[in-house]
């Protein structure tokens, strides 16, 4: 069975590929033996089997095998490109809402500004939305963000839609192939980040039309729909 | 457990009222992701109860009080719609729902890997639509494919049965009847991959040997619901697919 598992996990890396077939596996369910190699994520090992924790796709990676959930909310990682609203502002840091389980902390430290003490209110507002990066994730579960890195701002222009954050892998397409088809086509400026947030900036048109693709994307049910809707850009 | 001994609940061809075989189950079909709102839910219709249940969550646990440093709590809360019954039944919390949602969460910890997401609550609502006996039951299948819907990880699939006692012959599955007028009920939530009990309760008095007929019945029917739950949710995740 260890075998069969690693197979399926093998075609799966090669992104599905001359009719490779990935298995869904749900909690509980026995994927095989453990022997030679290791549990990754939604995967545990008792009694020298693997069991799946989570409803998903089966894959295996490097010898570790694991479990991709169908569904899942956004899990900040360290690392991470997020958007964040800020919800409280302290003297000396901001919360921000990321859109996962817990509050990001932006510490005056990590903030691009010189920030004087008591003065965040100034740099920073509750309701204000910026680019930021995940800088670390404790065990537990407290999330440290930055403003600190090329790209990262307080968001001042556009607009900013969301989305389940599993899918913006599938929004962003291969190397970036969808959204580049996106903006070449409606001439807005689009970024979309880990955790299921996207900006978009571009003229009255160009705004209707990423808003009208998202809310379209979302409602696709169906592969062949998705692409269509992709190749229609 | 009416306790109204006059009551016929088995004809004389050994069958039940409603024509099932005393091993026999009410027909049972799940729907998975039924509320876009949702983190993940679900609805079950078993016999003639309708449940819809929907997750929310992980998310920081509030207010802080509950908060456990090392896991998840989780917080169900088990409601009968007013409309569920034929007697109208008065909306809002009543001890029985305080007690089922208690009972439920309870079951669920066990079987969620609540360590994994320490500082967290997930809310897990149950909302029964329509009640015909072992609405308990439902709540907790319904539960348990929400909860496998919204990606949060789980040891199995808890499924929630019952078995019990009527003219002093043990069936599987009461309905409302037999439930009412029965000698005992059996309700227990089954983990059928592993072969644990995650909940168990029981009303009336069932001897050692009845017991265990029971709980034979009651693994055989989680086993069949088990294989329709993951039907489910394949199925929902193949019409999904993006």
């Known amino acids: 069975m260890g075998s069969l598992v690693h197979a399926i996990g093998e075609k799966r890396m090669s992104n599905g590929q001359s009719g490779a077939e990935q298995r869904l596996v749900t909690p509980g369910e026995a994927l095989g033996s453990s022997s030679g190699l290791r549990n990754g994520s939604g995967v545990i090992e008792k009694e020298g089997q693997f069991y799946s924790t989570k409803f998903g796709y089966l894959h295996s990676l490097n010898q570790t095998i694991s479990v991709t959930p169908t569904h899942s909310s956004y899990t900040p990682q360290s690392g991470d490109f997020i958007i964040g609203y800020v919800v409280e502002a302290r003297s000396n840091l901001w919360f921000l809402q990321i859109n996962g389980p817990f509050q990001g902390l932006l510490p005056m430290s990590l903030a691009p500004w010189k920030v004087e003490f008591g003065e965040s209110r100034k740099h920073l507002d509750i309701g204000d939305a910026v680019f930021a990066r995940v800088q670390e994730v404790d065990e537990s579960h407290n999330v440290v963000l930055t403003m600190k890195g090329v790209g990262l701002r307080k968001i001042g222009e556009g607009a900013i839609e969301s989305m389940p954050a599993h899918l913006i892998e599938t929004f962003l397409g291969k190397q970036n192939a969808n959204i580049i088809k996106l903006r070449d086509a409606t001439n807005a400026r689009i970024i979309a980040t880990d955790n299921g947030r996207i900006w978009f900036d571009g003229d009255v048109d160009a705004m209707r039309n990423v808003r009208e693709f998202i809310s379209t994307f979302k409602q696709c049910i169906h592969k062949e729909e998705l692409q269509s809707l992709i190749d229609k850009l | ?242």
């Open chain 2, 1 to 242: 457990m009416g306790g109204y001994g006059d009551v016929q609940l088995l004809r004389d061809d050994g069958k039940r009222l409603d024509g099932r075989a005393v091993d026999e189950m009410r027909p049972v079909s799940i729907e998975v992701g039924v509320l876009p709102a949702a983190q993940g839910s679900a609805m079950i219709t078993h016999g003639l109860n309708v449940a819809v249940a929907a997750v929310y969550g992980p998310m920081e646990a509030h207010p802080r009080k509950i908060q456990r440093q090392d896991r998840a709590v989780i917080d169900v809360r088990y409601n009968m719609a007013p409309f569920s019954t034929s007697d109208r039944i008065r909306p809002g919390f009543n001890r029985r729902s305080q007690e089922i949602s208690k009972v439920t969460a309870e079951a669920l910890e066990s079987v969620v890997l609540v360590e994994l997401y320490p500082r967290s609550k997930i809310r897990v609502e149950i909302e029964i639509l329509a009640a015909e006996a072992g609405t308990r039951c439902a709540g907790i299948t319904a539960a348990t494919a929400a909860l496998a819907d919204a990606g949060i990880p789980m040891r199995d699939l808890m499924i929630g049965v019952a078995s019990g006692k009527i003219e002093d012959t043990v069936v599987l599955d009461l309905d409302k009847a037999e439930d009412n007028y029965g000698q005992a009920d059996l309700p227990a939530g089954i983990l059928p991959n592993t072969g644990e009990i995650a909940f168990l309760q029981m009303d009336g008095d069932l001897s050692p040997d009845e017991f265990n007929l029971a709980m034979e019945y009651n693994f055989k029917a989680a086993k069949e619901i088990h294989d329709i739950m993951v039907d489910a949710l394949k199925q929902n995740q193949t019409r999904g697919d993006a």
